[in-house]
């Protein structure tokens, strides 16, 4: 067994631990938790997510994006049975197939270093911030998806109908932002572009912010563990680029 997949397994371990000690929390908080089958997606997203992340935090190790991967496929599953279909296929659609994208790229660039070759492309495995045009481009990108994501969300989904007129614009913008920043993180998680932590630290706050509106007390705080493993995930990749 390999020192990368030794230290998943640890990271593995840790989250469950975490995970263990968030439970108990709140019953000690006396915070409700509804036990259903939503609350099992939860968990198994939670422990596989928060391990990924830790895992990546490593800039060479790819095996987080193993993890990743099943806590997107438990959160599209999570999200089909809200009927939230927008998230669904962002988790199964989206984040799957760059998850895995991300893994076989950054396995290609662990061989390159290990064979002793250098790069000089976008895919060279270095860690640096996009150019500032592309920093634009890449913004326009989010704008776009989020407007793309709130037209959707205002004519073909039907769980907004009843909803009163100002809350149903502030939730559909908090989806909107964490779609459109989830896409663009895992996009540049690919290629180990800093400016990743950066739209994964948006996706965190507002989801958030989606899990308040759901009123979704797990959710909240499975996204606030998010919130600071990706800031800190961020300053270790800082560190060392």
Same mark, same amino acid.
């Given at each position: ?67 990743? #991967? +099943? &806590? *997107?496929?438990? =959160? ?9 279909? !927008?998230?669904?296929?962002?988790? $199964? ?84 932002? #964490? +779609? &459109? *920043?989830?896409? =663009? ?9 800093? !400016?990743?932590?950066?739209?994964? $630290? ?40």
């Amino acid at each position: 067994m390999s020192k990368l997949t030794i230290q998943a397994i640890k990271n593995l371990g840790i989250a469950a631990f975490m995970t263990l000690g968030l439970a108990v929390a709140m019953y000690l908080l006396k915070i409700e938790i509804v036990f259903d089958k939503l609350l099992i997606f939860s968990v198994i997203s939670t422990v596989s997510g928060v391990a990924g992340i830790m895992t990546i935090r490593n800039p060479q190790n790819y095996t987080g994006f193993y993890l990743g #991967m +099943i &806590s *997107s496929a438990f =959160l599209a599953a999570q999200f089909f049975f809200m009927e939230k279909f !927008d998230l669904t296929f962002l988790y $199964l659609i989206v984040f799957i197939p760059f998850q895995f994208s991300g893994l076989v790229n950054w396995k290609r660039i662990s061989k390159s270093e290990i064979a002793g070759e250098t790069r000089n492309d976008n895919n060279s495995g270095k860690l640096r911030f996009l150019p500032s045009k592309r920093q634009i481009f890449y913004f326009s990108i989010f704008i776009l998806l989020f407007i793309i994501d709130y037209v959707f969300a205002s004519f073909c989904l039907k769980n907004y109908e009843n909803v009163p007129i100002f809350s149903k614009i502030f939730e559909k913008t908090a989806f909107a932002v #964490m +779609i &459109s *920043s989830s896409i =663009l993180s895992n996009w540049l998680m690919i290629g180990k572009w800093l !400016d990743a932590w950066v739209y994964w $630290l948006i996706y965190s706050v507002s989801a958030i912010v989606s899990a308040l509106i759901i009123h979704n007390n797990f959710n909240l705080l499975l996204f606030a563990f998010f919130l600071i493993i990706n800031a800190i995930s961020f300053v270790s990749w800082l560190k060392q680029r």
